[in-house]
C-alpha cells in the first residue's frame, strides 16, 4: 500500500521535511513550557521544599478525618523530609496525632485543600455532595477551601462514592416489652 505524497520521490521528500519541522515545532514547544514552568513555580509553597529556606511565617492546626463513619488516622512525617535526601514541604506531620506544621517565608492564603493535595487524599473518591468540613465544631460552607487559621482544629467527614449507608441501619423491627 503506498500512502499519500510517497509514491513520487518529490513528494515523499517533501512530506518527510513537513514531518522533521513539526517533529522539532513540537519538541521546542514541549521544552520551553517545562523550562517556564519551572522557572514560575520556583517559590509556589505548595510545590516547593523548604529544607535551605528561610521561613519565619509558622502555623500550627489539627485535623481529624472521619470516613464513611470511621475515625481515619492520620499518619506521621507526611512531607516532613526527616530521611536524607527527602524534601520538607511547607505543609507536614510529625507525630500521628492530626497536627499539621506549616511553614513559609511569608503569610500565604493557606487552605485545608492544600494539605489534603499535597498528602494525595484520594479526594476523587469522596462524594462531595455528602462531605462536609468543620472548624472549631463549625461547620464551613467553603468545604476544602476552608482557610487555616492557627491553633484552629478542622474535622473532615467524608462519604465514599461506593459507601453503602443502608449496612449501618438495622431494619427488623422494634421488640416490644
Not at 514552568?37 to 529544607?51: A, E, R, T
Not at 489539627?62 to 481515619?72: A, K, N, P, S, V
Not at 469522596?126 to 477551601?145: C, G, L, R
Request: charged share 25%; proline share 6%.
Amino acid at each position: 500500500m503506498k500512502y499519500p505524497g510517497m509514491g513520487d520521490p518529490y513528494k515523499r521528500k517533501k512530506t518527510i521535511r513537513f514531518l522533521a519541522i513539526t517533529a522539532v515545532i513540537a519538541i521546542s514547544v514541549g521544552v520551553t513550557s517545562s523550562v517556564l514552568q519551572g522557572q514560575f513555580s520556583q517559590n509556589d509553597p505548595l510545590k516547593v521544599c523548604i529544607n535551605d529556606r528561610e521561613t519565619p511565617y509558622k502555623m500550627k492546626v489539627t485535623l481529624e478525618l472521619i470516613i464513611d463513619g470511621l475515625q481515619t488516622p492520620i499518619p506521621a512525617n507526611i512531607n516532613a523530609g526527616l530521611n536524607d535526601g527527602e524534601c520538607k514541604r511547607t505543609m507536614y506531620t510529625l507525630t500521628d496525632d492530626g497536627t499539621i506544621y506549616v511553614e513559609w517565608e511569608e503569610e500565604y492564603p493557606w487552605e485545608i485543600g492544600h494539605f489534603l493535595w499535597m498528602w494525595d487524599f484520594p479526594l476523587r473518591d469522596m462524594d462531595q455532595d455528602k462531605s462536609t468540613f468543620y472548624v472549631n465544631d463549625k461547620e464551613s460552607a467553603q468545604f476544602i477551601n476552608t482557610p487555616l487559621q492557627d491553633g484552629y482544629h478542622y474535622k473532615g467527614v467524608f462519604t465514599t462514592k461506593d459507601y453503602d449507608s443502608s449496612k449501618d441501619k438495622d431494619f427488623l423491627p422494634e421488640l416490644e416489652n
